[in-house]
């Protein structure tokens, strides 16, 4: 059984400041199943996103 994830979580500071904490994660028994072959390839990512 594959899967993936794209979990995230975003706050909102202020009216023009945002962040953001997610990832992408892969899984799967078998290296060479869809997922499987990724899941070395998961990651997690933080973003902070300005507006004017």
């Known amino acids: 059984m594959d899967f993936y994830l794209r ?3 975003n706050y ?3 009216d023009r ?4 904490l997610g990832g992408n994660i ?6 060479y199943t869809l997922f499987g072959q990724f899941q070395n ?3 997690v990512y933080l973003s902070i ?4």
């Open 7 to 9: 979990p995230k979580v």
């Open 12 to 14: 909102k500071i202020n």
């Open 17 to 20: 400041l945002i962040t953001e």
């Open 26 to 31: 892969f899984g799967g028994r078998k290296d």
């Open 41 to 43: 390839n998961s990651n």
């Open 49 to 52: 996103r300005y507006g004017f």
